[in-house]
């Protein structure tokens, strides 16, 4: 209990100016009590205004007071000080360098709590009691401590700005509205913020009716990525299962093969060595019936010559030997031959299935919104080198630069029959397949040229084979004098500037194929939005054969 009113003594003691205890206490006419060199140097700023107030109350004194010191408050302040009470308050209610200080305090400056907009200072708890006591601070207007309270002071005038120009956008004391911004829109400063305060709400409900939709796509994302994750999970395990199978399938026919090779061999080798040993007999029969007749022509018993030459000539007498082949023998050779293709139709089959693999693999991304492409410097971000594939092409084609133009023929060439090979349409298809973006040019002549992309196992024969005819190609009919695009046997004009080389972007994920006349600027022919549900790929046509003159060619991007 005597600590607690030791405390209150401390602060009833205390110096409203320094915030410590008092120093040579003085009470002014008002009742508040200041040390008096405090008292002092807050009425010597105020001298100039010849005006002289208390710091709490703001009452004002002509002429300035005669202090004298009172010896009753200084007494208790001995007696405070000998029990050991302070007025120093904890160190967490002194301003730091991120706090708004006190105006007021002098020496280490305490915590503002409150700024006036109409004192433009501010105010501790201690110097902010007067605001709340005093009526003559009842209108003063108090606000969360701000830094930028000298702001509201006009630089020019030294008042405060409570007027908006709405011509100049900025805020204006009332000698500047009837000075240099005389005849401006002007209007009080708390109306602007009502009318600004307004279009706040409505950007804030815009702004968190965005941050509503974005949060609901970064949960749509979150999702796409767990699902990405969940399916890569599966994806990879069941690859890798397939892969082992696979693996084991190989060694299993390996062995398999490498038991029948052994196996034969195996019986090969019995049966030659049986026929061997057969022989070996023979020849060691024949042997000894030769050493018998050559000892029996040595003979000079005339009757004993006789008598045993016709059984040892009917012992040398011999049947035909087996065939033995002479020439080199491939025994093998035709396994290996066999393997050998087994291996590159594999190899075949596994690169064609790598090539939808990485387009596969590569086609899943987070879907994210891409600007659109404008120069071609941007589009070529996305080019890559085309050949053709010799399989595809029509007999009446021919393949240079590399695979890289297509010219046709009067004359049908020597091609091997394939499969894959366009029987009636003058038209090749690219080797590579097509999935995600991709950018290439074309070079054509001046006869007539088809630029088309389409799936795989388009048709190869009749009409229906021509790109553009049917729901598996898109094409762009490049003529003397105009372009068509063609899908399902629609046709559609396009009225454009002729130019030599034609662009074609595809973003195979997002479904967009588009056409550009390539000049010194990007000229958008026609673009497709659809869905693509196979790789695709490039397509070539060319449709003059009068004259060994039409072509087309991949150009080399840069």
């Not at 040595?298 to 020439?327: A, K």
Request: glycine share 4%; hydrophobic share 30%.
């Amino acid at each position: 209990m005597a600590q607690q009113q030791n405390l209150m003594d401390g602060k009833t003691l205390c110096c409203s100016i320094c915030l410590d205890l008092l120093k040579d206490p003085v009470t002014i006419p008002c009742g508040h009590s200041y040390c008096m060199d405090c008292i002092k140097s807050h009425w010597d700023e105020e001298d100039r205004k010849e005006i002289h107030s208390c710091p709490q109350c703001r009452q004002t004194f002509r002429p300035r007071p005669v202090l004298v010191k009172s010896t009753m408050l200084a007494d208790l302040v001995e007696k405070l000080k000998k029990t050991g009470a302070s007025a120093e308050p904890a160190d967490h209610c002194y301003a730091g360098p991120e706090d708004v200080a006190c105006d007021f305090c002098t020496g280490r400056k305490l915590k503002a709590l409150k700024s006036c907009l109409q004192c433009l200072v501010s105010y501790c708890e201690q110097h902010l009691q007067p605001h709340y006591e005093s009526p003559a601070f009842e209108k003063h207007k108090l606000v969360q401590p701000s830094k930028k309270i000298q702001e509201n002071m006009c630089a020019h005038h030294g008042i405060v700005t409570k007027i908006f120009c709405r011509t100049d956008q900025q805020c204006i004391c009332y000698i500047c509205s009837m000075d240099e911004h005389k005849g401006h829109d002007t209007v009080l400063a708390s109306e602007e913020r009502s009318e600004r305060q307004r279009e706040l709400v409505t950007s804030r409900q815009k702004i968190q009716q965005r941050i509503q939709d974005r949060e609901k796509d970064v949960k749509v994302l979150q999702q796409e990525v767990e699902a990405i994750s969940r399916s890569a999970d599966k994806a990879v395990k069941n690859t890798e299962k397939i892969f082992t199978q696979l693996v084991r399938l190989i060694k299993n026919r390996s062995f398999d093969v490498k038991q029948q090779i052994r196996s034969q061999q195996k019986m090969d080798i019995s049966q030659a060595k049986e026929l061997q040993e057969k022989l070996e007999k023979e020849v060691a029969e024949l042997r000894r019936k030769d050493t018998e007749l050559e000892q029996l022509s040595h003979t000079e018993d005339h009757s004993q010559f006789l008598h045993s030459y016709p059984s040892l000539l009917c012992l040398s007498e011999s049947t035909n030997g087996p065939n033995i082949n002479s020439c080199p023998l491939r025994y093998f050779e035709d396994v290996m031959a066999t393997v050998s293709e087994a291996r590159d139709k594999l190899q075949h089959i596994l690169s064609d299935a790598w090539t939808k693999i990485s387009q596969t693999v590569t086609d899943v991304d987070v879907l994210r919104p891409q600007a659109e492409l404008r120069t071609r410097a941007e589009f070529l971000q996305y080019s890559q080198q085309i050949t053709l594939d010799p399989n595809t092409a029509n007999t009446q084609l021919v393949l240079s630069e590399g695979n890289r133009k297509v010219t046709v023929m009067s004359k049908k060439q020597l091609y091997l029959s394939h499969p894959d090979r366009f029987t009636d349409m003058f038209q090749v298809l690219s080797r590579e397949g097509l999935g995600g973006r991709h950018y290439w040019e074309v070079e054509r002549g001046r006869y007539e040229v088809s630029i088309a992309v389409t799936y795989k196992d388009i048709s190869r024969t009749g009409y229906g084979s021509g790109f553009g005819n049917d729901d598996k190609s898109w094409a762009l009919e490049c003529f003397n004098n105009s372009y068509e695009f063609r899908h399902k046997g629609t046709v559609t004009l396009i009225s454009s500037p002729q130019t030599s080389k034609i662009g074609v972007y595809l973003d195979h994920r997002a479904g967009i194929l588009s056409f550009y006349s390539v000049s010194e600027s990007m000229t958008l022919l026609h673009r497709v939005q659809t869905t693509f549900t196979q790789p695709l790929h490039q397509g070539l046509g060319v449709f003059n054969t009068y004259c060994d003159q039409s072509a087309a060619e991949f150009s080399k991007l840069e």
